[in-house]
C-alpha cells in the first residue's frame, strides 16, 4: 500500500492512530480506484463485452438472470481489471462462467491486498477489544 506499508503481521502492534491512519488511506484507495459495486447495469455491461469480444450470444432470461445477480456486487475497480484478465487469457470461444469472473475479479492483486489488510485490522481490533 501507500506510505503507510506495515506487514500485515505487525498490525496488532500498530497504535490507534496508525491504525486509523491504515484505514483511512485504504479508503482513499478504494475512492480513487472505484470499489463500489458495478450494480446490474455495470454486469450488464461487462457481459456484453465479454459477449462481442468472444463473439458469443448472452444466456437467455433465466441465465442472464443468474449471471447479472452473480456479478452485480463485484467492485468496479477490480471488476475492470478481471474483465482484462479474461479477454487475456480465456481460450476458447465461450462465454467465461460465473466462477471464473469472479475469480478474475477477488483474486486482482489489489483487491487481495486492500481486503487483506482490512481483514487484518479488523482482527487487531477485536484482540484490542475486551471481552464483556
Not at 10 to 22: A, G
Not at 55 to 68: F, H, N, R, T, W
Request: proline residues 6%.
Amino acid at each position: 500500500m501507500g506510505t503507510n506499508s506495515y506487514s500485515f503481521l505487525e498490525i496488532e502492534k500498530l497504535t490507534e492512530e496508525q491504525i486509523e491512519s491504515i484505514e483511512k488511506e485504504i479508503e482513499e484507495i478504494k475512492r480513487k480506484d472505484n470499489w463500489k459495486p458495478i450494480g446490474l447495469k455495470g454486469a450488464a455491461v461487462y457481459l456484453e463485452r465479454l459477449a462481442a469480444t468472444f463473439q458469443v450470444s448472452i444466456p437467455d432470461k433465466i441465465g442472464l438472470e443468474a449471471y447479472l445477480d452473480i456479478m452485480k456486487d463485484m467492485p468496479a475497480g477490480p471488476a475492470k481489471r478481471g474483465l482484462r484478465h479474461i479477454m487475456a487469457t480465456h481460450k476458447y470461444k465461450t462465454l467465461p462462467i460465473p466462477s471464473e469472473i469472479l475469480s478474475a475479479t477477488y483474486t486482482d492483486k489489489l483487491y487481495w491486498q486492500i481486503d487483506a489488510a482490512t481483514r487484518r485490522i479488523r482482527i487487531a481490533k477485536q484482540r484490542r477489544t475486551p471481552c464483556p
